[in-house]
T-cell receptor, first 106, second 120 residues
Framework: GNSVTQMEGPVTLSEEAFLTINCTYT??????LFWYVQYPGEGLQLLLK?????DKGSNKGFEATYRKETTSFHLEKGSVQVSDSAVYFC?????FGAGTRLTVKP | GAVVSQHPSRVICKSGTSVKIECRSL??????MFWYRQFPKKSLMLMAT?????????EQGVEKDKFLINHASLTLSTLTVTSAHPEDSSFYIC????????????????FGPGTRLTVL
């Protein structure tokens, strides 16, 4: 069946550090892949998505590339900010990864 | 973007009572709604999928007689936790979109803010 495996963390970084959160998937066919973010005290919201192989989703400086050969969809940001502190979820349809809590310190 | 609301945002009840949680799509018609449960510092666990006008599809291990789901209109789905017990205490989240369960693999979901249930 379809599933995602996500690096659990927690991850603590200093401001302006580089971020990578790993996500790999197992799927039949080629469904879309998503990253959702949950800021403290708020509901989940879509951060970015990719709908087919080699697609790159990007938003707010975050990027993720749908890689079929490695069945991965890793989330990256070149320079994190304190305001990026949140929980990040990789998702394949309605299947969610474990979530990764990111804390960015000034 | 599409807005989904949940009510109540927080509820405390006594063991043995039933609690109803509402999920509404405010500015679009949601043919499919998903109900999740989120444990502290854990991921979202899909409980069931409901399509408007039909019976909900429950995930393995979820008791359908305990977690009653109704999706009577294109803008409202309800989750009723029957005979609640302390182990049912959790954060319940709904999401909605305009397509069916299969196509849901290809489209983003719009989430409600969640309902914190505490059973004493």
């Amino acid at each position: 069946g379809n599933s995602v495996t996500q690096m659990e963390g927690p991850v603590t970084l200093s401001e302006e550090a580089f971020l990578t959160i790993n996500c790999t998937y197992t799927a039949t066919g080629y469904p879309s892949l998503f990253w959702y973010v949950q800021y403290p005290g708020e509901g989940l919201q879509l951060l970015l998505k990719a709908t087919k192989a080699d697609d790159k989703g990007s938003n707010k400086g975050f990027e993720a590339t749908y890689r079929k050969e490695t069945t991965s969809f890793h989330l990256e940001k070149g320079s994190v900010q304190v305001s990026d502190s949140a929980v990040y979820f990789c998702a394949l349809g309605w299947r969610f990864g474990a979530g990764t809590r990111l804390t960015v310190k000034p | 973007g599409a807005v989904v609301s949940q009510h109540p945002s927080r509820v405390i009840c006594k063991s043995g009572t039933s609690v109803k949680i509402e999920c509404r799509s405010l500015d679009f018609q949601a043919t499919t709604m998903f109900w999740y449960r989120q444990f502290p510092k854990k991921s979202l666990m899909l409980m069931a999928t409901s399509n408007e006008g039909s019976k909900a599809t429950y995930e393995q291990g979820v008791e359908k007689d305990k977690f009653l789901i109704n999706h009577a209109s294109l803008t409202l789905s309800t989750l009723t936790v029957t005979s609640a017990h302390p182990e049912d205490s959790s954060f319940y989240i709904c999401s909605a979109n305009t397509i069916n369960r299969v196509q849901g693999l290809y489209n983003e979901q719009f989430f409600g803010p969640g309902t914190r249930l505490t059973v004493l």
